[in-house]
Nanobody, 125 residues
Framework: VQLQASGGGLVQAGGSLRLSCAAS????????VGWFRQNPGKEREFVAA????????VYANSVKGRFIISRDNAKNTAYLEMNSLKPEDTAVYHC???????????????????WGQGTLVTVSS
């Protein structure tokens, strides 16, 4: 599976962005999709994940209530709707696909086999 993340940019605090993760190469629906973010010199941080069926999702506490993850398997695309953005949300956001099937495993980057190149989100104060 090849993944292409897009939709990042510069936004003021309190604003919104919608990231997209377009998949190609293999059937998308069996894979869970996770969004992770990373800043230079820091570890990759889990943001949100959704099962292949879309029936269940999980969020990091830091984004819960502000971000929404979704997917459209017919379009082979997953989304991350980011609202009420804060400067601390600034990072490169990566989408990933893998076989994780439980809440516990969906939060671990080790459970994802395929990664996109990342899209930069910058939130100004």
């Amino acid at each position: 599976v090849q993944l292409q993340a897009s939709g990042g940019g510069l936004v003021q605090a309190g604003g919104s962005l919608r990231l997209s993760c377009a998949a190609s190469g293999r059937t998308f629906s069996p894979y869970s999709v996770g969004w992770f973010r990373q800043n230079p010199g820091k570890e990759r941080e889990f943001v949100a994940a959704i099962l292949g069926s879309g029936s269940s999702s999980v969020y990091a506490n830091s984004v819960k209530g502000r971000f929404i993850i979704s997917r459209d398997n017919a379009k082979n695309t997953a989304y991350l709707e980011m609202n009420s953005l804060k400067p601390e949300d600034t990072a490169v956001y990566h989408c990933a696909a893998g076989s994780a099937s439980t809440i516990a495993t969906m939060t671990s980057p080790d459970k994802y086999d395929y990664w996109g190149q990342g899209t930069l989100v910058t939130v100004s104060s």
